[in-house]
């Protein structure tokens, strides 16, 4: 992953490259020449401010929304699982979490009734996300993080090589949203791509190998060592920010929204 397309990646490989992406909602620029290219076994946060562009960039990446200019290519064939913010999403559709996931085959086009030899697979897909035992429960039943996890199980059972997640941890406590983290963990282990949009500095984008800042363009991407610096955050976030050193972790210091503790980098699979 770069921004810079044309030097550092060969296109070949890249799962999606994106290129001077401009995108406009009535011709009112939201993301501007913004170049990202993911390749196999990333693992992405898309990090900025709400009303940055991130979902709009997804949706670029993703096909879904007409550029303005330049050019997103994906690699054919390549299979993508989108993982809504679970808060955007009808809980009260009726069908239970193994219906749930037997729809996301065939683009979700399909009766929820599961096919014979499905269940298997379903069942073992709720199993590796700690959803065994809720097969059978409606939906709307489930914390925010079993909620979160059954869109990952959707997106696993269509065999997805790369996830995307809006906001995937919004709403949920610290404990669920380490869940969470460790989940995207494992499967980024397992060979799966993961790029996730997130407006969560010291949560989420901390925890992660790669960070990419957005505020209508790319102000920065790197790992969070190279990308967090006072001039990025600044740029991206629109308000000073100072980052201490205090007892081994780094503090990010916003002056209007106080201080928060900042692991520079924690291996999520520990
Ligand atoms: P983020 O995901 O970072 O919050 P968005 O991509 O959702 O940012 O939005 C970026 C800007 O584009 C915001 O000002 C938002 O109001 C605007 N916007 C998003 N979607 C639409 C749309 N369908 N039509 C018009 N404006 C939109």
Redesign the pocket.
Not at 48 to 59: A, D, E, I, W, Y
């Given at each position: 992953m770069t921004s810079d397309v044309t030097t550092l990646i060969s296109p070949v490989e890249a799962l999606i490259a994106a290129e001077r992406v401009t995108v406009a909602?009535?011709n009112?620029p939201?993301?501007v020449d913004v170049d990202l290219t993911i390749e196999p076994g990333d693992m992405i946060g898309i990090v900025?401010?709400?009303?940055?562009?991130?979902?709009?960039?997804?949706?670029a990446l993703l096909g879904s929304?007409p550029l303005h200019s330049g050019s997103v290519s994906r690699r054919a064939g390549l299979t993508v699982g989108l993982v809504p913010q679970v808060e955007r999403i009808d809980w009260n559709f009726p069908v239970t979490v193994a219906e749930c996931v037997a729809m996301a085959r065939a683009g979700g086009w399909r009766t929820p009734w599961i096919r014979r030899g499905e269940r298997r697979e379903i069942d073992a897909v709720l199993e590796r996300l700690g959803l065994d035992g809720l097969a059978g429960r409606h939906i709307r039943n489930l914390s925010g993080g079993q909620q979160q996890r059954v869109f990952l199980a959707r997106a696993m059972f269509t065999g997805a090589e790369a996830i995307f997640l809006?906001?995937p941890t919004s709403g949920l406590d610290v404990t669920t949203r380490h869940e969470v983290l460790h989940l995207l963990d494992d499967l980024n282990r397992d060979g799966v791509t993961i790029v996730l949009?997130t407006?969560d500095l010291n949560g989420i984008a901390t925890h992660l190998p790669t960070i990419v800042c957005?505020n209508r363009s790319v102000i920065g991407a790197g790992t969070p060592a190279d990308v967090l610096t006072p001039d990025v955050l600044e740029r991206t976030y629109g308000s000073p920010m100072e980052i201490l050193e205090h007892g081994g972790m780094r503090v990010v210091v916003d002056s209007g929204h106080g201080s928060s503790l900042l692991p520079l980098r924690r291996d999520v699979g520990a």
């Open positions: 909602y009535e009112d939201v993301i900025g401010p709400s009303g940055s562009g991130k979902s709009t960039l997804f949706r929304v809006d906001e949009s407006h957005l």
